[in-house]
């Protein structure tokens, strides 16, 4: 395992420990509201901590952005940036459905070459390097192999925080619903693109994300064999937050289906 990878893991599985404990006892929680359905709990803040102490205790001169607190350290004086979602699902976890994940990514010169999504509730750790293949635990990912979108399960999110771009959403979702064998919406984006890697999930598409709920997701995508971009099928979907992934046959068939319901604001 790269160095760096594993510094990773051993942040991810840390936090993971501090979020299984907290688990135990969600009723006792401070919990505040950032925004309408935008809820962080000290949970989120404590695995962060936990995280970003590990990193530069070891990296003390790369910069982090992280979802709660920030940015760190300047990414114009460092070549190295780590991405950090520390719990991804909050609102799954403070309802007790145990689906969330904690995300961490490295970026290199502005090129993703580590990434780490650990399911802390079914301690399913999801790896990936830059060049050297994706993995659950230990064992090597690959996306699906199905090419017939009709025989496909594809994730996705629904808006909760930001709406302006619904009525897009829903048009797209409306065509895609008939047409595929299903559509998921689990709640933890981080995790979601990380089962595409599986072969899971078949496709997986959603508008409106931070950095920090993909980063990590999208090089399990792409060192497993699949593809991923924005809604047009470029490479800007960690600045916009819109983002079509999957196999690579199915790709491109989500794209023709979500093609017609682009918005000037949804092209980036």
């Not at 420990?17 to 935008?38: E, M, P, V």
């Not at 949970?43 to 992280?66: F, M, N, V, W």
Request: with cysteine.
């Amino acid at each position: 395992m790269h160095p760096m990878l594993n510094i990773a893991v051993k942040a991810a599985r840390r936090a993971g420990g501090i979020i299984n404990r907290a688990a135990q006892n969600l009723d006792s929680l401070h919990i505040s509201r950032k925004a309408h359905n935008d809820f962080v709990s000290e949970i989120d803040r404590l695995s962060e901590d936990t995280i970003i102490k590990i990193l530069l205790d070891t990296y003390p001169d790369h910069s982090i952005l992280a979802e709660e607190s920030g940015s760190r350290g300047d990414p114009r004086k460092s070549e190295y940036q780590w991405i950090i979602d520390p719990l991804d699902g909050t609102t799954n976890f403070l309802h007790g459905l145990p689906q969330y994940s904690v995300s961490v990514a490295l970026m290199h010169k502005n090129i993703l070459t580590q990434a780490v999504v650990y399911n802390p509730h079914a301690n399913e750790l999801f790896t990936a390097s830059r060049g050297r293949g994706a993995y659950l635990n230990d064992r090597r990912l690959r996306v699906s192999k199905r090419t017939n979108l009709g025989d496909c399960l594809i994730g996705t999110g629904f808006p909760f925080r930001e709406f302006s771009h619904v009525d897009s959403y829903l048009e797209m979702f409306r065509d895609i619903m008939p047409i595929t064998a299903g559509i998921r919406r689990p709640g933890s984006a981080a995790l979601d693109l990380a089962y595409v890697a599986a072969g899971r999930y078949d496709g997986f598409w959603e508008l409106g994300l931070s950095s920090w709920d993909i980063a990590a997701g999208c090089l399990l995508v792409t060192e497993a064999g699949g593809l991923v971009g924005d809604l047009e099928g470029n490479d800007t979907y960690l600045q916009s937050g819109h983002i079509v992934a999957g196999n690579p046959k199915i790709f491109g068939q989500l794209l023709k289906v979500i093609s017609p319901h682009l918005t000037k604001e949804l092209r980036f």
